[in-house]
């Protein structure tokens, strides 16, 4: 590769001189500028752009953390930043995590380095104080409600609608209401839990651990989650799901087995996506591509903001 | 930001000697090694790591173009080049394009300008030899097949499968056949059409422009080709559906019209996706993931090679 040193040497220049040609700086006689110019054109001389970012500290590079690129979730939320991604001539760098910790803090790392200029945390498995910790490098935005911490966040409030959730079907007669979420351990869940351990103590009902089913993310899962309801020996009547995708995938499963919804079993299910209008699912309509917009606009701002989205109950046939 | 000339000047050493200690450099004194490691505590000072790649020639950095990125076949691609990124530790820079020239162009010139090592391009606008002229910059990769050309390639043989579709339809008695695709300007549905017209004039059918209906990419799709097709004053008896989401929302939109499938409208859906199993719908399996894995590993290597992935045909109930 040519450097600047070479073109120098080519041109029977200063590297200064060669520097402000690529620069267009002023105070170049033309005979230097042409002889730069020359040199640059025989070598295939291209300015590295690392080095423009260099000097300007910029890389219009963000980055974002997601878990799995391929869940509708996710995939709806990069959508929504790559809109914007877009329009304001970034490019997004893609941390697929698995909810490995190392990669996030990899995610972190070029934060630190100045490798790409602020960080969209789609969903996490690091600790917020690790986060906070690299505030000090660009901005970082969260997915979850976490009002007042010094990081940008947009969210929806899963406790709220979690609690609808739950009245809603107790309103309609159900009493052993169980749930199926991606995993436990997020601050998300942790919502949902607290909203789930409420409404059991508040209707004095039984808590029973089994009916909270965790590692529900696919279309596919759907088949697992029934037939593991179909084992317990006090079978839920109804069950939330966080995920559209699922509640089709047990919507499928329960006609080949000839399982009557809502009859023998409801389901409410979370996104609102096309396959839930079509195949008639009951469920909360999430903004997920305008939240993937606006985490893209609180990490290209320096200001701290919180924006909590709202969520639409759509009833349906599955309740 | 500190840089390198204020940790000179805090430290009273030269440019030069800070180079030295923070590239581990050795013939530096201990007096001046601990001055600038001390500046560079005190500066909060971190080792900007594009200067890093500068000197080095690489950024670790792969590209990733593709139309959409909540599209189920793009997005298991991506997972498959996520996952080998993790393993030789590059991170992704992505392009989704929504097949607009001027962000593939934005890709090429990346690599061009070094901000990338190597580019797969999962589905592209731009003219090949466009992709052709940026070699020179570092490894391209296609999905389509592109044999003999100076660009490594992963793809399967589209022509061949869907002759083999549309003889299989033919044996079970179909005479009406059309088609779903996503767009018809990609190399993948040239292959396609080509297969088409030369099945139509082997059998002496008719060919009938209707028939092929593309911008089919979602499973809501599948409600508005039922529609047009239904608008038909000879309706297809079977449809070839690229994609297995939107034959998945053909079925499920069949199903609230009372259409009986196969009997009424014969479906052969493409990839094999998991709701593909669970509604019993005739699928081509294509090894996405692995295929996206295949570009990656062609993008690191700078040897030019081809790689075809083979089909395989699961027989399942929608004809």
Request: hydrophobic share 40%; with cysteine.
């Amino acid at each position: 590769m040519t450097n600047i040193r070479d073109l120098a040497k080519m041109a029977g220049v200063s590297v200064t001189t060669v520097s402000r040609v690529i620069n267009n700086h002023p105070y170049v006689s033309e005979e230097k500028k042409n002889a730069v110019l020359k040199a640059i054109q025989d070598s295939n001389y291209h300015k590295n752009i690392n080095a423009v970012h260099l000097s300007r500290g910029k890389t219009l590079l963000m980055g974002v953390v997601l878990p799995y690129s391929d869940h509708p979730y996710f995939a709806l939320l990069l959508k929504g930043i790559a809109k914007q991604a877009l329009e304001h001539n970034y490019k997004l760098v893609l941390f697929q995590t698995d909810y490995m910790k190392s990669r996030e803090l990899e995610a972190l790392d070029m934060l630190k380095h100045k490798q790409i200029d602020s960080l969209v945390i789609c969903s996490r498995s690091c600790h917020v104080s690790t986060i906070e910790d690299h505030l000090q490098y660009g901005p970082i935005v969260l997915c979850e409600n976490m009002k007042g911490k010094e990081l940008s966040t947009t969210f929806i409030n899963h406790y709220k609608t979690f609690v609808n959730a739950l009245e809603y079907l107790y309103q309609k007669g159900h009493r052993n209401i169980g749930y199926c979420i991606g995993r436990k351990t997020g601050t998300n869940s942790r919502q949902r839990e607290l909203a789930y351990s409420n409404f059991v103590n508040k209707y004095q009902l039984e808590y029973n651990q089994e009916y909270i089913i965790d590692q529900c993310l696919y279309f596919e899962d759907g088949e697992k989650v029934l037939k593991r309801i179909l084992g317990m020996t006090n079978t839920p009547s109804a069950l939330i799901v966080t995920n559209d995708q699922v509640a089709a995938g047990i919507v499928t499963a329960c006609q080949s087995l000839d399982i009557s919804i809502p009859k023998q079993l409801a389901i409410i299910g979370f996104d609102n996506q096309p396959i839930a209008r079509m195949m008639n699912i009951t469920s909360f309509e999430l903004p997920l591509e305008e939240m993937g917009e606006n985490m893209f606009l609180q990490a290209v701002n320096a200001e701290v903001t919180h924006k909590e989205f709202s969520v639409q109950f759509i009833e349906r046939g599955t309740v």
